[in-house]
């Protein structure tokens, strides 16, 4: 990009002149990803491939800052675990609670449990991934429990 270099700070390095922008990268000084200015100091963090200042590293939807906390990215962008649960998470078919970004689940098809919940509907023995039948969108472990709960 060709840009007049009299109303910008420029640098000197062997030989060539430089904009601000371009001298940063090429002696590897950070940039912040979520204001886009440089970051001088020594105490910043680093997410998902990208450098933030302290200040900046914050929830994508509630601005809370998360330098100490846990966060789940959405879309290349930090979100609290708060509200992962509340904008974002997807809801057990059995308990019908939302699954947490650090609970494990299991999804078969359009349908998704906590691993937890993942258990025959009729006698309520837990279930692994592999084992079990699907009916009416409720895990059953065998045949006979499907026959049992229809009767029920």
């Not at 025959?120 to 006979?144: Q, V």
Request: overall charge positive.
């Amino acid at each position: 990009l060709q840009e007049l270099l009299v109303d910008l700070l420029y640098f000197y390095k062997k030989g060539k002149v430089y904009c601000g922008r371009d001298y940063a990268f090429i002696c590897g000084i950070p940039r912040c990803y979520a204001c886009d200015e440089l970051i001088f100091i020594n105490k910043y963090t680093q997410a998902e491939g990208h450098s933030f200042h302290l200040k900046h590293f914050c929830c994508s939807v509630c601005d809370i800052l998360l330098p100490d906390k846990s966060y789940t990215p959405i879309n290349d962008l930090p979100v609290c675990l708060d509200c992962y649960d509340k904008v974002y998470a997807e809801v057990c078919d059995t308990c019908k609670m939302a699954i947490s970004a650090d609970q494990t689940s299991f999804r078969l098809d359009d349908l998704i449990w906590h691993t937890s919940c993942f258990a025959c509907y009729h006698c309520k023995k837990n279930l692994s991934p592999r084992e079990g039948i699907i009916y009416r969108k409720k895990p059953f472990c065998n045949k006979t429990c499907v026959r049992s709960s229809a009767t029920v």
